[in-house]
Nanobody, 120 residues
């Protein structure tokens, strides 16, 4: 079982920056991909950015050039540096981890979410 805890959300003026962190704990065999998703009220949960164990990244078009995802495999931690925030970035941000257990089973874990609000 893997437990994800996010931190770093908050309220910021448009144009500002925030850094989200997510730490994975518990019985961890291997985490392959870690990522961030977001969900605004009345909308579906969408991918923001994800990063593979080797550092390969993938970003939503809407955040390219403004957000940077990184991870520390030794600490089982993923970060999301957000810059030039826009009101449309306002959402609950969820950490995701796609892991493999000792039996080779693929498992999907989610954090509890952290609110990010960019005010205009």
């Amino acid at each position: 079982q893997v437990h994800l805890v996010e931190s770093g959300g908050g309220l910021v003026q448009a144009g500002g920056s925030l850094r989200l962190s997510c730490v994975a704990s518990g019985i961890i065999f291997r985490i392959d991909v870690m990522g961030w998703y977001r969900q605004a009220p009345g909308k579906q949960r969408d991918l923001v950015a994800e990063i593979g164990r080797g550092g390969t990244t993938n970003y939503a078009d809407s955040v390219k050039g403004r957000f940077t995802i990184s991870r520390d495999n030794a600490k089982n931690t993923v970060y999301l540096q957000m810059a030039s925030l826009k009101p449309e970035d306002t959402a609950v941000y969820y950490c995701n981890a796609r892991a493999v257990d000792s039996r080779g089973r693929e498992l999907d874990y989610w954090g509890q979410g952290t609110q990010v609000t960019a005010s205009s």
